[in-house]
């Protein structure tokens, strides 16, 4: 099952904006995070996709979403303007923003360049 992040559960497993000025990524394996709200059509129709991904990846990288709506503070520190936004989290390099609904052969893309992550 797919992680919803709050602010506070950001901070210990993304990143602590809070604490850090520079980017410092907390967690133990690359991520990607889902910005959506639930009234957003194109959000749904990553929803499946990224479920897809996640059994797909099971162990190899984390995937979370975040609600746009609910976490109105998160969105602002990521200057989230139109979503879907996807954010690709790299262990050791800046994260990377992608808008928009993208397909399932986009995010596998992303994972093996961005998040230096392969399919078995």
């Known amino acids: 099952m797919i992680e919803h992040l709050t602010a506070e559960t950001f ?8 604490e850090n000025k520079e ?5 133990t394996k690359p991520c990607v995070i889902d910005f959506y709200a639930d009234w957003c059509g194109p959000c749904k129709m990553v929803a499946p996709v990224l479920e897809e991904l996640y059994k797909e ?3 190899k990288i984390d995937i979370y979403k975040v609600d746009t709506e609910a976490q109105q503070e998160l969105a602002g520190v990521f200057g989230i303007r139109s979503i879907p ?6 262990l050791n390099e800046q994260p990377q923003m992608a808008m928009g609904a993208l397909p399932k052969e986009t995010f596998e893309k992303a994972f093996e360049d961005v998040l230096n992550v392969k399919k078995n």
Request: hydrophobic share 35%; proline share 5%; aromatic share 28%.
């Open 11 to 18: 901070k210990t497993k993304v990143f602590n904006y809070e």
């Open 23 to 27: 980017w410092k990524f907390e967690g």
């Open 57 to 59: 990846y099971d162990g």
């Open 85 to 90: 936004s996807i954010l690709f989290v790299p």
